[in-house]
């Protein structure tokens, strides 16, 4: 069948010209035509009663009493009055307040009287907008020495111009660094060496959290703040020698402490000098000489002993070291000597000697010489 003869209207009793001019037609009778279901209008105006609401009955909020007006005289009326205190992080700053609600004719209220009490040692003008003359509020300074288990309890009142009276209560915790007391490396409590590839724990004490770490070395690592006195070192692959560790506490105190690697060797850095010196332990004897040294940390101090002559009588050799030089203490040089040889019979543990074939004849021993090393990679 011919489709020319066919209308592809949705709305076949409806021309053409009609479908397309519809959403207009209905447009303009929406603004004339009278609703169905909306009867009667408030008056000939069919739109007036979807346009006019009507306005809520709101409750009133005027203030108690009159502002004052600018440039005024203060209204005793107002009992409008109020104050904001902005607390700090550190006890060594003030607390900043500041009016919030006043009256009378004073923009920055520097007509505002104040009373501070609590732990505090006073207050100052607070400096505003930059300029030394001007100042808006107060800064009220905090007495560490009337804090009541670290926390200051401050009270602040104002009086504004119209004698209205505010106040606010503020409560600061605070750090308080003991003057007596400086945090220190804890020795007692921290690894003295660390094997590449792991980690060891070390210490501060009688410190004040939070800290700061930093460390120095080969491959070594740590982390950088901690609220506690502990950390832990960590060791890389390639660590070799000292870790140098320095710790920075709430208070500005510094502490150093040492951890050696296991890789690494002792390395000389002055020979004659005493430079830590300590009690020594027994090392070797080679000849006439006994070895003694002390470690601490990454420093060795070591001590030679040396064959310095005969004498005779008991504690002779005692003069003879009279005046040597001890770095180390806790020296007896018998302890290097062989009593089954047949030159020291017979044998007899003294001080500074041992007491040769001769009747009451000794052979004395005194610290000879110094060297001083560090542990490196």
Known sequence: MSSKNRKFYLMDKMSLR?????????????????????????????????????WPDWPSHSLPGPLPDIPGGPTPGLSLC??????????????????SIWCGADPMCNLCSWLVEGATSGYSPHPFGGSAHESWGIDIWIDTELLEGGEALIRVQMRDPCGNLCGEDVEVTCKVCPPDVVMTWDSSL??????????????VKDGLGPYSWSVVGTDFSIAPTTEGVSNLLVAGAGACGTATITVTDYCGDTAVGYVR????????????SCVVPGTGTFVAEVGLQCTYEFVKDNKKQIQYTRNIGICTGDGCCDAYCENA????????????????????WP??????????SAPNTWRCFCPSYFEYQEWEC
């Open 18 to 54: 009609e479908f397309f001019s519809a959403p207009t037609r209905y447009l303009a009778e929406s603004i004339s035509k009278e609703s169905e279901f909306e009867k009667p209008y408030l008056d000939e105006n069919p739109r007036k009663m979807h346009l006019d609401f009507p």
């Open 82 to 99: 109020a104050i904001t205190c902005y607390t700090p992080l550190d006890c060594d700053e003030p607390i900043w307040c500041h009016p």
């Open 190 to 203: 921290s690894a003295e060496t660390v094997i590449a590839g792991n980690s060891a724990g070390v210490y």
């Open 261 to 272: 690697g296991t890789t690494g060797q002792w390395v000389t850095k002055s020979v004659g």
């Open 325 to 344: 030089t001890y770095c180390i203490t806790g020296i007896n040089c018998a302890n290097c000597i062989d009593p089954f040889d047949s030159a020291c």
């Open 347 to 356: 044998y007899t543990q003294f001080p500074h000697g041992y007491l040769v």
